[in-house]
């Protein structure tokens, strides 16, 4: 008998263990995919959007599409880009 309730609390244990390492890597895959979808340069913004850099220019100009400066490089959010887009959508 003191065997079975011994038996019962480590497989508690090992319950909870795996429930932490599952949240654990949930929040590893969401910080993970946060920074890898947050932030695109003037290359891939002027692919997905089909236009050219000047027209990318003239967005930034006119505060159309929020940007970030780091080091002469422009960076977009992607969240930005979206926002955009679902701003001009017809459907």
């Known amino acids: 008998m003191f065997a079975l309730i011994e038996e019962q609390k480590l497989q508690r244990i090992f319950e909870e263990i795996g429930s932490l390492r ?6 590893k895959v969401k910080k993970s995919k946060k920074l890898s979808e947050t ?3 003037n290359q891939e913004v002027m692919e997905l ?3 050219s850099p ?4 003239n ?3 006119s505060r159309t599409l929020p940007f970030s400066k780091i080091g ?5 959010k992607s969240s930005d880009l979206e926002e955009l887009l679902k701003g001009g959508y017809n459907g």
């Open 22 to 27: 599952e949240e654990i890597k949930a929040e």
């Open 39 to 41: 932030w695109l340069d």
């Open 49 to 51: 959007l089909k236009v």
């Open 54 to 57: 000047r027209t990318l220019q």
């Open 59 to 61: 967005m930034r100009d």
């Open 72 to 76: 002469g490089k422009i960076y977009y």
